[in-house]
């Protein structure tokens, strides 16, 4: 089945969000979490607030050094890429996190490293991110997105580019009038939703890939 994107456009959000829920099946869930947790502990890097898997390579201002990707998140990497999300190019990138109730990440934006569109599949459970806009040293709150479980999430244009992007540190969230793709959801204004773990798969492009490949690095 081939998908429009047009069709998921949140249209109470800034230049562009697409949310398609459903975007993987409880199976596709399922193989996710477990090669995730299944991965040798030397995989994860542990930081303050949540720990992470890097696939592909580690991406600095010179480029990227690609390594070889599984086949399994290869799957979900071409699922992606097929929505022609990174034209003319395809993912070649993906950090896995995971986020433990109570956890979350500071506002950021991803920078002109990455092709300027950011896509994540959450698993497990959902997750609010927020949008703020800084301006002369201020944060002034935009919005902000219900990521639910097996959702995909496209960020591009100014939501790439000019705001910031945050989870804020909750056990639970609210859903409330900011939250711009509601009806795009399976939840009403009111809900109080209590986070569990959240594994999410951000796939992404790295245009400049150096020509040292550790494919053909041999470890002894």
Sequence with gaps: MVLK???????DAPKSVYYIPNF??????????????????PKWTCLKNRRLQDYGGIPHRNGIIPEQIPLWLVTYMDRVSDLNVFQPSRANHCLVNEYLPGQGI??????????PTVTTITCG???MLEFLREEEGERYFICKLLLEP?????????????????????????????????????????????????????IRNV???????????KIK
């Design 5 to 11: 994107l047009e069709e998921f456009k949140v249209e």
């Design 24 to 41: 993987i099946s409880t199976e596709d869930e399922e193989i996710i979490t477990s090669k995730v947790y299944g991965a040798p502990k």
């Design 106 to 115: 500071m506002p950021h934006l991803d920078g002109p490293i990455f092709f």
């Design 125 to 127: 459970s959902h997750t």
């Design 150 to 202: 097996r959702s995909l999430v496209i960020l591009k244009d100014d939501m790439y580019k000019k705001y910031l992007h945050t989870i804020e540190e909750r056990i639970v969230d609210t859903v409330d009038e900011s939250c711009v793709n509601l009806n795009a959801t399976g939840h009403k204004l009111g809900d109080i939703l209590e986070r569990g773990t959240r594994v999410s798969l951000t």
């Design 207 to 217: 245009p400049k890939v150096l020509r040292l490949s550790l494919f053909n690095i």
